[in-house]
């Protein structure tokens, strides 16, 4: 006798806590924008993969910038979270700054479409404190990598927007951040052609040998 065919099960909305509905709906999220990218990015989608209303990620997120910009500041945690991971193991300071850049580019290839939307202005909430947070982290360990490489104190998250000295070695976080960024990009894009895929890591830790050299001399000129 043939059993009756049963359709797969979908979460109990009924069992979920506030914050484990937001974290599932968030997982969800992440997975469709891997998957299909932010064009493909739907709250309804969210909402079906998670098993839950479709209007639950509106009542969590507002809208789909909202839900966007809430899967940003976690792309910038997990850069933070990465660059510190990479940047303990370096013994010098060279060594530091191609661990910056490796970190950066392996973040990229890793979570390719959350770097495409972290930077877009116009898919995300520019007023949402959450992202200006995480975003603030990153750019505190940027900023942190150059004042070494300066030979300079670090500074504390909350003292960068304050702090006057910054304003002193902008150029230098500019061109440190440019570098590692733009690499980044052309490397995901595939818009190398003059470098073989196997020839890349080895320019990269050229690269940004030079770069470290020519900011450590600045910075004791």
Not at 3 to 22: F, V
Not at 29 to 40: D, I, N, S, T, V
Not at 162 to 183: E, K, T
Request: a negative charge.
């Amino acid at each position: 006798m043939r059993r009756k065919a049963t359709a797969p099960s979908t979460p109990d909305r009924s069992s979920y806590h506030h914050g484990t509905l937001r974290q599932s709906l968030l997982e969800a999220g992440e997975a469709l924008l891997r998957e299909k990218g932010f064009k493909g990015f739907t709250l309804r989608e969210c909402a079906r993969r998670a098993g839950v209303s479709h209007a639950a990620p509106k009542h969590h997120f507002g809208d789909v910038k909202g839900f966007l910009t809430e899967i940003a500041a976690g792309g910038f945690d997990e850069l933070t979270r990465m660059l510190r991971e990479r940047i303990a193991d370096a013994t010098t300071l060279d060594e530091e700054f191609i661990a910056t850049t490796r970190a950066y580019v392996e973040f990229a290839q890793a979570q390719p479409e959350h770097f495409r939307i972290m930077f877009r202005d116009d898919l995300l909430c520019a007023e949402s404190d959450r992202l200006a947070t995480a975003m603030q982290l990153t750019f505190t360990e940027l900023t942190n990598v150059i004042l070494r490489q300066r030979g300079e104190p670090e500074i504390r998250c909350e003292e960068v927007e304050r702090d006057q000295s910054i304003v002193a070695i902008l150029d230098d976080i500019m061109i440190g951040w440019c570098h590692v960024h733009g690499l980044a990009h052309l490397i995901l894009e595939r818009q190398l052609p003059p470098v073989p895929a196997e020839l890349q890591d080895g320019m990269l830790i050229t690269v940004s040998t030079r770069l470290a050299q020519l900011i450590q001399h600045g910075g004791k000129s």
